[in-house]
């Protein structure tokens, strides 16, 4: 079910001495009820935020309730993040939620990817919050509809995140299954798919997940490899599966990190990626302006004191600003 954006989410600290210098996010963003009064971007550099108010996958995958209230506790998050441009350069716009209704996850899915395909349709980049990881599915989906009547038309998905999420779903979509979702509807069309996670804790992962990635023939790159001596070596792999690809969707499991900065997640670990490595190999990416979409999932704020909801809105920034406009030189 589709909810429109709530503008009292977006208060925070005012500096009115400062003028527009002092500006916040909350004094810019704009709240844009999508099925009422969304209009085509005046510029390719308009960021659409929408999320995606569901935890009925982490339940079904036996995990611990509570990513419903993800996406507006991260929008609160970001209401103070300072605002380093104008609108010629960059406009944010916040559209709303998705949520699910009623245990109906895969209608919710479906209807997820029917809004992130309005959004690139017309001209939005979407950045979209979670919420449980199931938002892989749906969000996969609407960038595969905008893309495949186009001549080149390969996306790439790369996955931060501690789990392979490439678990059965005999019993419906969850949290833990959407990337073999996505593969099993790519080998029905005949086409082929793209996946590379990284930060894969083997301790979180029983045999049988290891055994499917071999099946389908997926590689990885595991959490023991992603270290400060070797980080370098990580981005030229990742640009490596980024040279082939036309477009790359980035989602961003946060349980990718220990729970030392990341405590606020379905799924905790007490391993994990450094939070300024997985925003390093980021920023790389989008460094190749492939990027079409991105996202944050697993973000559980039941479990969190805040530090959580920061990072996220942290990465949030990042991709963000990497949309504002270059100065010409």
């Not at 709303?96 to 349709?121: D, I, P, R």
């Not at 990881?133 to 960038?143: L, Q, R, V």
């Not at 270290?227 to 490596?240: A, F, P, S």
């Not at 460094?287 to 991105?294: A, L």
Request: negative net charge.
């Amino acid at each position: 079910m589709y909810q429109s954006p709530n503008k009292k989410i977006w208060t925070g600290r005012n500096d009115p001495f400062d003028g527009e210098d002092g500006h916040l996010w909350h004094h810019v963003v704009e709240v844009v009820d999508m099925e009422k009064s969304l209009v085509p971007a005046v510029h390719p550099n308009q960021v659409a935020i929408l999320g995606f108010a569901s935890d009925e996958g982490v339940k079904r995958n036996q995990g611990r309730p509570g990513a419903k209230d993800g996406p507006d506790v991260i929008r609160k998050a970001m209401c103070n993040l300072a605002v380093h441009f104008n609108s010629d350069e960059l406009m944010i716009k916040d559209v709303g939620n998705v949520a699910t209704v009623k245990s109906k996850l895969e209608e919710a899915q479906k209807e997820l990817s029917e809004k992130v395909t309005t959004l690139l349709g017309a001209g939005y980049f979407p950045i979209l919050l979670g919420g449980g990881h199931e938002i892989a599915y749906g969000h996969y989906n609407g960038i595969y509809e905008f893309v495949k009547d186009k001549p080149k038309r390969n996306i790439g998905v790369i996955n931060f995140d501690a789990h392979f999420d490439f678990r059965s779903y005999a019993n419906g979509a969850h949290s833990g299954s959407p990337f073999r979702q996505i593969v099993d509807d790519c080998e029905e069309r005949g086409e082929q798919i793209h996946y590379l996670p990284i930060g894969i804790n083997q301790a979180a992962n029983q045999r049988a997940q290891f055994k499917v990635m071999e099946i389908y023939n997926q590689t990885y790159i595991p959490l023991e490899e992603v270290r400060i001596d070797t980080i370098e070596e990580i981005k030229m792999r990742i640009l490596g599966f980024a040279a082939r690809m036309d477009y790359i969707y980035i989602t961003l499991d946060l349980d990718v990190m220990s729970m030392g900065f990341s405590p606020g997640v379905s799924a905790p670990a007490a391993f994990g990626v450094f939070p300024y490595l997985v925003r390093g190999m980021i920023k790389t990416i989008l460094g190749t302006g492939k990027v079409i979409s991105f996202d944050v999932a697993e973000f559980n704020p039941t479990y969190d004191d805040g530090r959580t909801a920061k990072l996220a809105a942290s990465f949030v920034y990042d991709v963000a600003m990497s949309r504002k406009k270059k100065e010409k030189s």
